[in-house]
């Protein structure tokens, strides 16, 4: 696509125009959809600016090759979902931005998945249940239950992603961090051992802490747990519960190997430890593996005897702000658990769950950002390779070590004066000189790149210098 600006005066001030021609090729649906997804990825990529008068909709038709009545459409989607604004007898405008919503700290240490297209999936389906007055009012009851139907839409959601189960063992909750707590909660008292990750994801040891459930760490490795330590720590301690990431260990980016994803199921099995299997981080397609949730169908298919519940939410794949957190449970553990969340709260709300049903519905739910993480990703593993470090890389995360004398305390200090966040490994009680630097917060792929490159310059300027001091 191109832009010619054509600068004029409205009501006193200059306004920018332009003459903006998108390619739609790359775009699918019908045809004002495509122009409005256009429209708005150029206005997220800062191709269209704040102010911005966007062509009048007869030339553009004539550009496009498409009806005047294509273009309305467009606009008037484009409005509905809060881009851009009309003037009477002057035209369409670009929105200008909110600084309440920007934030001067670019955040590489927070995991969250790169803004695309979730603005308009969220702003659509948002739209929807707004024309619906009989949904909303079934909504807005009480339920103590989950709603069949939207069981039944993530249940068809998973078993496209090849995860196996029933509608009936979805629980929903808000967020994964309340369905860890739920669980700890539901299946544990106060003086029981959970075993978890030497390094792991810091919640769980808050929700630990929470219920005075004593934590006890297994080193890892290359290919997940440290396997003999696990099985003696287990005899020892006799654990109820086993925490663990096999699919993209947080923060560390280790995938555990087939044969100790069998080890550690069978270990279970010999001692009845259950397994919460945490799945939230994201993978890219060629990166995730079946869960150990599916390798239990397959293992035994008396349900009775199963002992993992799987946990998973939409934060890291679609946006945090939905808080939609899901686990599949095993039927003898679904009564304890459930009794837990509604310990928390009266109940799960169901107009969240079914924002969340429309939006992964959505045909266009995932929109580009497995190609954009992707080519982030590859960016960073660059990154690494030219200054020499230690990496892992998947999904939104990496895994660094720097080389000493350098220390990771030093850099991180030195990029948060640039406004630049990252996490230091001792976050996560890994105090092997790490960083983890997580690749979704930059709007766009150019302004992901200066800030990467900031980073880069950062760690090869304080590696140069004899006295790492900051």
Not at 225 to 238: F, G, M, N, T, V
Not at 281 to 308: A, K, V
């Amino acid at each position: 696509m191109h832009t010619n600006a054509n600068d004029y005066q409205y009501n006193g001030f200059i306004v920018m125009g332009t003459i903006w021609t998108p390619q739609l090729n790359s775009y699918s649906g019908a045809k004002y959809l495509r122009l409005a997804q256009a429209a708005e990825d150029a206005i997220n990529q800062r191709e269209l600016l704040p102010n911005t008068k966007l062509p009048p909709q007869r030339r553009l038709a004539d550009a496009l090759g498409v009806t005047v009545g294509t273009v309305t459409r467009a606009y008037a989607v484009l409005e509905q979902r809060g881009y851009v604004y009309a003037k009477v007898g002057a035209g369409t405008f670009v929105r200008a931005e909110d600084s309440g919503f920007k934030n001067k700290q670019v955040n590489f240490a927070t995991c969250q998945p790169p803004l695309t297209n979730q603005i308009s999936v969220l702003s659509d389906a948002m739209n929807q249940l707004a024309k619906s007055p009989q949904r909303l009012t079934q909504l807005m009851a009480y339920h103590g239950e989950p709603l069949l139907e939207h069981q039944q839409i993530f249940s068809q959601w998973l078993h496209k992603r090849g995860i196996a189960q029933q509608a009936k063992q979805i629980v929903f909750t808000h967020g994964a961090q309340q369905g860890i707590f739920a669980v700890l909660n539901g299946l544990m008292q106060a003086g029981d051992t959970l075993l978890c990750e030497g390094n792991c994801y810091p919640g769980i040891h808050t929700a630990a802490a929470q219920l005075a459930i004593n934590i006890e760490p297994i080193t890892l490795n290359d290919e997940g747990l440290d396997l003999s330590e696990l099985e003696e720590k287990i005899i020892a301690h006799k654990p109820k519960v086993l925490y663990i990431t096999p699919n993209n260990q947080n923060p560390t980016c280790i995938q555990y190997s087939q044969s100790q994803r069998h080890t550690i199921l069978a270990l279970a099995k010999k001692y009845n430890v259950v397994i919460l299997e945490d799945d939230v981080n994201y993978c890219l397609s060629n990166e995730w593996y079946s869960p150990m949730w599916s390798l239990e169908q397959d293992f035994d298919h008396n349900e009775e005897q199963r002992q993992i519940i799987y946990l998973s939410s939409l934060s890291k794949v679609f946006c945090g702000g939905l808080r939609q957190g899901f686990l599949l449970v095993p039927s003898h553990y679904a009564l304890k658990i459930k009794q837990a969340i509604h310990s928390q709260c009266w109940m799960i709300s169901p107009l969240n769950t079914e924002l969340a049903c429309r939006v992964i519905q959505n045909p266009e739910f995932m929109g580009q950002r497995e190609q954009i993480i992707a080519q982030r990703q590859q960016l960073c593993i660059e990154m690494g390779q030219r200054l020499g470090l230690k990496q892992r890389w998947r999904g939104l995360n990496g895994w660094l070590q720097l080389t000493l004398p350098l220390k990771a305390h030093h850099v991180v200090t030195a990029l948060a004066q640039q406004n630049l966040l990252v996490r230091n490994g001792d976050d996560f009680n890994n105090h092997q000189n790490y960083i983890r630097l997580s690749i979704g917060d930059a709007a766009d792929n150019q302004l992901f790149a200066e800030q990467l490159a900031q980073i880069e310059s950062c760690i090869k300027s304080l590696s140069q210098t004899t006295y790492s001091v900051v």
